[in-house]
């Protein structure tokens, strides 16, 4: 039908357009952050943009199912105010095309959402979490600069290291000047302070970075019970040298665990973690069973009056969402039904009554 290939034409035309913009918003939201840490030493400048590019999944899950949630307020919101509506009421059209229609299209995006959730996301937290171990294992993207205090952690000890001169290219490239390297300097014990005029960086057969250090001294202390310090002179002298863990914004490991894997696990993490996986490709049917009656306005309304009612509800659906998360972390809820129960609260609760006048009429009154 000619009318049923228009509205799904404008809500699927309003959906690709506002998934586009909103994916491009967070997109250089996540390279603005990733940039900043960066620039403070925690991240390597070379693997930015594949963060980022691995990142759209994770944003995706969020953005799908608003995305059909605003496009059907637009699309059909638009039709309502042009007066195209009263159009369509005199020829019979129905509610219950429209919500066809737009459930039709939901349920294309749930099958998106749900290959998203199952199978991307945790195969791109998984290509984030190797990218880092990657770096860290690679010379040339050890982010030592002049000027620039960088921690590493090696065989339990913490060391911060400063270097006033940088010189040549990347990685074993470099010649440095003036070094400092601080060990435990926040611990009661094994505090030490090591100097050099000169150093550079080498990698092992094993592909084991390692700092080289010339012509230097080593201070250590205070030993007890004098609160004097050793010193010691060296000519050369390396250490580990390695980006600590919590510095490189390491992902949780249970975000990089396959679907799969969940699913035959009985773990009450693992549980919930599949079941957050699934949450949107759920919540897109009930959002659009919301977003339809929101959508039909009276022409001298406008199109966007009911725009506050259709975000409070989107807010509130995601925040019962995480609260519903939160208790079963806690364990103050049950596992099952968990979070599945939050879309039938809310389709009952607020969806059901929202359609519940317009499913018992079977055509479109013009005053309605």
């Known amino acids: 039908m000619i ?15 506002t998934l586009v913009v909103l994916l491009l918003v967070f997109l250089c939201q996540s ?21 980022v590019l691995y990142s759209i999944p994770s944003i995706a899950y969020l953005m799908l199912p608003l995305s059909l949630f ?39 995006t749930s099958v998106i959402c749900a290959i998203n959730g199952l199978y991307l996301m945790p195969a791109s937290a998984a290509a ?10 690679d010379p040339q993207y050890l982010p030592i600069d002049s000027g620039r205090f960088v921690s590493f952690n090696s065989n339990g000890n913490e060391h911060v290291i400063f270097i ?15 070094i400092y390297v601080m060990t435990n300097t926040f611990y009661g014990a094994g505090r030490a302070m090591s100097t050099a005029r000169h150093g550079h960086m080498t990698t092992d057969e094993n592909g084991f970075k390692w700092l080289n250090l010339e012509d230097g001294y080593r201070y250590e202390g205070p030993l007890a019970p004098y609160g004097r310090y050793r010193v010691a002179g060296f000519k050369t002298m390396r250490m580990p040298a390695g980006i600590s863990q919590d510095s490189s914004g390491s992902r949780d490991e249970i975000q990089e665990i396959s679907s799969s894997e969940l699913l035959m ?18 919540a897109v ?59 039938v609260v809310f389709a009952l609760v607020v969806a059901l009554p929202f359609n519940l006048k317009r499913i018992l009429k079977k055509r479109i009154s013009p005053r309605a």
């Open 3 to 17: 009318l049923n290939r228009y509205i799904f034409r404008e809500i699927l035309k309003s959906q690709i357009i």
């Open 285 to 343: 049917f009930v959002l659009t069973m919301l977003a339809v009656p929101l959508a039909m306005v009276n022409p001298r309304q406008g199109r966007f009056s009911r725009l506050w009612q259709a975000v409070l509800l989107y807010v509130a659906y995601y925040m019962l969402l995480l609260s519903f998360r939160n208790m079963i972390n806690a364990g103050r809820m049950w596992v099952f039904p968990g979070l599945y129960l939050v879309p």
């Open 31 to 51: 390279y603005v952050r990733y940039l900043a840490r960066a620039t403070s030493g925690e991240m390597q400048m070379e693997i930015i943009n594949r963060m």
């Open 164 to 178: 006033e001169e940088v010189k040549g290219g990347n990685g074993d490239k470099r010649k440095l000047g003036n």
């Open 265 to 282: 696990s009985s773990d009450r993490g693992y549980r919930l973690e599949l079941q957050w996986r699934i949450a949107p490709a759920i």
């Open 128 to 137: 984030q979490q190797e990218l880092t171990r990657q770096a860290q294992n």
């Open 70 to 108: 605003v496009a059907v307020l637009i699309a059909i919101g638009r039709i309502s105010s042009d007066s195209e509506m009263v159009v369509m009421r005199s020829v019979g059209y129905s509610v219950g095309n429209i919500m066809t229609i737009a459930l039709s299209l939901a349920f294309i």
